[in-house]
């Protein structure tokens, strides 16, 4: 198994975008470690890009046979909602991996897997801007899911507390208010790691 950039962060700090703009930038050779969801799919998502979207009843099934790496549940205005990572035969490979997650999955991750396969990516960006781009996707939806969305920005201020932080040992955080520098200095980063070999 090879390496996996993991990228990390609050709702809302341009993750999914720096996700993007590192794949489509083919600086790096990765592969993209789809993990999985039981929440629905969003406007403009596809299945096996962002996620691998399923029901709870597979979830179910994957747990049974031991094939959940780390999961995490979280309460919605829709009911309970999974998002998890699968031994499904990915990670088979020496290959560069990227992927998005939470600090919670992170560290899951960080004790299934040998010492040093992660490269960690926290993004952020102060409140206020990402509860306004929030506002600003949830009223792009077909149904703006404005309970869920206050939801999550409370839940990740928990979620990403400084002791957290800390206790995942991540010292390097990237702060997202100029997307292309934010982007250089995650690629400078990166690379750097690679070569060090983390």
Not at 50 to 60: A, G, I, L, R
Not at 94 to 104: H, N, P
Not at 154 to 159: H, P, S, T
Request: net charge neutral; charged share 35%; hydrophobic share 30%.
């Amino acid at each position: 198994m090879g390496k996996i950039v993991y990228i990390m962060g609050k709702s809302s700090t341009g993750k999914d975008t720096i996700f993007k703009e590192l794949i489509r930038g083919n600086k790096f050779p990765f592969k993209t470690l789809v993990t999985y969801t039981t929440r629905p799919k969003r406007s403009g998502e596809k299945e096996g890009y962002e996620y691998h979207f399923v029901t709870e009843d597979e979830y179910q099934s994957m747990e049974k046979e031991g094939k959940v790496i780390e999961a995490r549940t979280y309460p919605s205005a829709m009911g309970p909602w999974r998002y998890f990572t699968v031994n499904d035969g990915q990670l088979d490979s020496d290959d560069t991996f990227i992927t998005i997650g939470t600090l919670e999955s992170y560290c899951s991750m960080k004790d299934y897997l040998k010492k040093n396969q992660l490269i960690p990516v926290l993004v952020e960006l102060d409140d206020g801007v990402r509860l306004q781009r929030a506002l600003n996707r949830e009223k792009k939806q077909q149904t703006p899911g404005y309970e869920e969305m206050c939801r999550r920005f409370l839940a990740d201020q928990k979620d990403f507390s400084e002791e957290n932080i800390k206790k995942a040992g991540i010292i390097k955080r990237f702060t997202n208010n100029d997307l292309l520098k934010c982007l250089h200095e995650i690629e400078d980063y990166i690379t750097r790691e690679l070569e060090n070999g983390c």
